[in-house]
Each structure stands twice: as C-alpha cells, then as structure tokens.
C-alpha cells in the first residue's frame, strides 16, 4: 500500500501579497470523508483553489503532496486528469454549451484513451436517473439559469462521471431544499468507497447529518484550530465559533466579514 492519497504540509498561501492561508496541515487517507468547518472569510475556498492549482494563489511556504507526489507547482488540467475534481462554491456559466457536451469534453479530458464515446450517453442517462435529475437537463447550458439546486446537483452528476479520487467539494449544501440536500448527500455516499477521498467544506452540521465525516477540521483565519470526529461538528452547530476564535486572538491581523469567494 502507497502513503496518504493527500497530505498538506504546513501549506501558506497569498493573494496579491495578503497572507490567507497560514499553516495548513491534514492529511486525507484513501477512502475518508474530512469536514472542514470555518466562519466567513477564514480561506476556506481559498485552501479549495490551490488544492486545485488556480495560478491567483501563491504558495509561499510548504507543500501538497497527491498520491505521494508533489502536485503544489503543477497545473490545473493536469491535476483534473490525476483524478483531483473541485466543486465551487458559485460555479460560472458557460452559455451556448449544454451539460451534455460540457461532460463529454470533460470525460475526454479525464480518460484520455480509456473514454468510450459510445458508451457515453447511455452512462449519461443512467447516472441522470439515479441523481433523479431530468431527462432535458442534458440539453441546457452549463449553469446559465440554473437554481442553486440545479448547480449543485450537475456537480455532482460530474463528479459520478468523472470519478475522483479526490474531491473538494466547497458549500455543496448552500443553497439546497431538504429533498436536493438528502439527493446531494446520497450522490456522494454512494461514491464512497476506499477509492474515493472526500474534502467538504461546510457552514453547516446538516449535511454531515446525511454524510458521516470521519474526521472534522475548525477552520478560522487561515489556520486549522482543532480537529475531532463529527461530535466536534455537533459542538460546533452548539457553541459557535466565537470560543475557538479567542484561541486565535492576539495573532490575528485582521478579520473580514464581507461574504468570502
Ligand atoms: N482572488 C482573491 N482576491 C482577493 N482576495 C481574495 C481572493 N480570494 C480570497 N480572498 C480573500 O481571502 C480571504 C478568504 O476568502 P475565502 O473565500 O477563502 O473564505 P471562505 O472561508 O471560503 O469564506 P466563505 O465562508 O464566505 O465562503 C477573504 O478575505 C477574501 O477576501
Ligand atoms: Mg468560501
């Protein structure tokens, strides 16, 4: 058996010279869902962009290790074909290109020789009626229009598709009735297997309702504070932030409050 399937060492990030991320360390084995937990503006999609390699977000000191290796200086197309997906937290538009077409590129882009054009609208028909998403959804552009459902519920159909062995999913609950949060939490419970590790980064306790977390990380001003099993999510949900913030205080610069990225 190889080592971890994601380990961050002592990661700091910058944007436009402002340090967001200061000391980042976790370490996700094969198969483990963690549940990173954190106030507003404490870098919570900042951490979910480098892990995706987005070039606005400068490493200055540590590492990301992927299967062992080390994926902090490569780029985001080669990190999507390692297996690395990232869900964001407000996906973008894309106008004139329908879901259908958009997860075939991607499939390509993932698979490479291995993706069966013919097999792919039958595995695209058949993962839409598990997720219960209809049949003309297929045929709409990717995101334009869509509800905050509806965008949740295409990250997941591409992360059924496109089989991770790492997904960053950021605020996948936001947003969500009760029934597309339970269709959501599903989606991903059956992805869950030893193949499979899981970030989620969450506001919330409620969808840790639906998916077990077997680890859960505070997250507050760049730093991870405390880390425990999902009672911590449930003390979390009880008492706030505002306890775990005072061990920070003292070293904070300074604390946003404007809604994050
Ligand atoms: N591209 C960027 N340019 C400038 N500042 C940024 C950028 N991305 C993030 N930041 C800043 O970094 C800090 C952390 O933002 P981030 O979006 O990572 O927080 P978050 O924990 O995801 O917040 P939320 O819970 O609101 O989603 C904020 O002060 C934000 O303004
Ligand atoms: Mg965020």
Redesign the pocket.
Known sequence: MSGPLLEIKNLHVS??E?A?LKGISLTIEKGQVHALM????????????VLMGHP??QVTKGQILYKGEDITGLKTDARARAGIFLAF?YPTAIPGVSVANFLRTAMKARFGEGYQPKEFRKQLTATMATLEIPEDFATRAVNDGFSGGEKKRHEILQMSLLKPELAVL??TDSGLDIDALRTVAEGINRMRGPALGVLL?T?YQRILNYIQPDVVHV?IN?RIIESGGKELALELERKGYAPYEEKTQGERQ?V?H????
């Open positions: 944007v436009e402002k967001i954190g106030p507003n503006g404490s870098g919570k999609s900042t951490l979910s962009h606005k977000y937290q950021d605020e980064i506001h997250f760049g300074e946003p404007e809604a994050g990225h």
